[in-house]
């Protein structure tokens, strides 16, 4: 019985790292990508200026695309998690 608990908190503790993981990727993905795509149009052209109308254009797009983003990779989780 021992045994056997000792390869189930291992396992765990390996799910619990990966889903620590996957929660810092979720939560950073977006704060990246808006970064990026603010370097990207500032650094495209000079005569690309950061104005707050671009700022907020774009921080409201990336807040629409957020959760089906989000929500896409929660079932690709549910399909592998499923595949075992």
Known sequence: VL?????????I???QILWGFTLI????TPVIASFATYATFVLVSSENIMTASVVFTLAQLFNMIKFPINQ???LLGKLAL???
């Not at 056997?4 to 396992?11: D, H, I, K, L």
């Open 3 to 11: 045994e056997a608990r000792r390869r189930e908190m291992a396992f």
């Open 25 to 28: 990727i979720v939560v950073s």
């Open 72 to 74: 896409a990779g929660q």
């Open 82 to 84: 499923g595949l075992q």
């Open 13 to 15: 503790r390996k799910e």
